[in-house]
């Protein structure tokens, strides 16, 4: 592996992680570093001090502590690599910033690996409408932007309107420079929203965004990067009040002869954007198989009521009821993390791409 220079950053104290942007927009230079500026957004329900045991665990260890921001590395056989984090405690928001390559299986992935192991820690993924919505803002702010890249898709049945065979799940990758035509158009015939697109505005910034909290920066003002990183921090919020509204207990409950333990679950609530039909449920039901272990699934015509017992690929239990227009999530014990984050990011992704919290 050839050797890697982290950026410099001095060895100053920066009181929360917006002063640190603030520092990276007035001083990253692009052309004095080895490789892309590559940017990991995450979110987690760890204070700072149990976010930096649970990194400590997985292998990395603190270099220098620099106020709001570490410079940590993980030591491998070749040489170590490195990185600055952030952890904000109001939203639950965690963001690294390396210059080492996300192509190499043991530089980025790493940091990726910490986010997908970690029950607490999850990668904070863009919705299909946010990334489109993205994506307008920039065209509509910058007529010289060029899209040379990119990757859409669409779930079958979306309510997302499509000219051309609606009723097909599809993923389409583009490469031109009339990308940023292309995408308008294919959005228009085939009913397809981005999940990752290259950005180049002439004089102005270059970087790539994907729709799992990725961002790459080539070169520019990293301003525009970090007002669509502020969108995200946005959306977090959100996640974080539904996640903090779910609850389990066990009440004990007296009788005459005895006392009993009742299970008493809170739900999280999801609201659809496009409802359930009874004649969606086989394929509903299909979708879950991939994911999850169904156990007694019931579905009843009419009134849509849905019902089902699942269990992740790591052992996780807990409840979904659901009607035409709302999905609830119960646990079974403990509410977990990253659980819950996998599965709202299964109805996104599978079910409902504009599907949302309801808090």
């Known amino acids: 592996m050839d050797k890697v220079k982290l950026f410099s950053i001095p060895d100053i104290k920066f009181y ?20 892309d500026l590559t940017i990991i ?6 204070n700072k001090i149990d976010f930096f045991e649970a990194l400590q665990s997985f292998g990395f260890t603190t270099v220098r502590n620099l106020g709001s921001v570490s410079h940590i590395k993980f030591d491998l ?21 390396t210059n080492y390559r ?14 997908s192991s970690d029950v607490n820690t999850y990668y904070l993924f863009f919705k299909p409408s946010l990334m489109r ?27 997302f309107e499509s000219h051309i065979r609606p009723n097909y799940d599809r993923t389409i990758s583009y490469w031109g420079d009339d990308g940023r035509e292309a995408l308008q158009e294919l959005g228009y015939q085939y009913g397809v929203l981005p999940s ?23 070169s520019g003002n990293l301003n525009i990067l970090f007002d669509i990183l502020e969108k995200a921090v946005n959306e977090s919020r959100k996640t974080m009040a539904a996640y903090d509204g779910s609850d389990f207990k066990v009440l004990p409950v007296k009788t005459a002869g005895r006392i009993f333990d009742i299970p008493s679950s809170t739900p999280v609530s999801i609201q659809l954007n496009q409802s359930i039909e009874y004649h969606d449920i086989s394929e509903f039901r299909a979708k879950l198989n ?5 156990v007694d699934f019931i579905a009843r015509e009419g009134s849509l009521f849905l019902s089902s017992d699942l269990v992740s690929k790591s052992g ?44």
Do not use: W
């Open 77 to 97: 056989d070749e040489a170590p690599i490195e990185c600055y984090v952030t952890h904000d405690a109001d939203t639950g928001v965690v963001i690294f910033y």
């Open 290 to 294: 991939k994911d999850y272990t169904i």
């Open 16 to 35: 929360n992680p917006p002063e640190f942007r603030e520092y990276l927009v007035e001083n990253y230079e692009s052309s004095q570093v080895d490789h």
């Open 196 to 218: 990752r697109f290259v950005v180049n505005i002439p004089e102005t910034i270059k970087f790539v965004i994907d729709d799992e909290g990725l961002f790459t920066f080539a």
């Open 133 to 159: 919505e993205i994506a307008e803002e920039l065209m509509d702010g910058h007529e010289n932007l060029e899209i040379t890249e990119f990757t859409a898709r669409r779930l079958l049945n979306s309510r």
């Open 41 to 46: 957004v995450g979110i987690t329900k760890l």
């Open 102 to 115: 996300k192509t190499n299986k043991n530089e980025i992935p790493k940091i990726r690996d910490f986010l």
């Open 316 to 359: 996780f239990q807990f409840r979904i009821k659901a009607n035409e227009n709302h999905i609830k999530m119960f646990p079974d014990g403990k509410m977990i993390f990253s659980e819950f984050m996998k599965f709202y990011e299964f109805i996104i992704k599978s079910i409902d791409p504009r599907a949302e919290f309801l808090i």
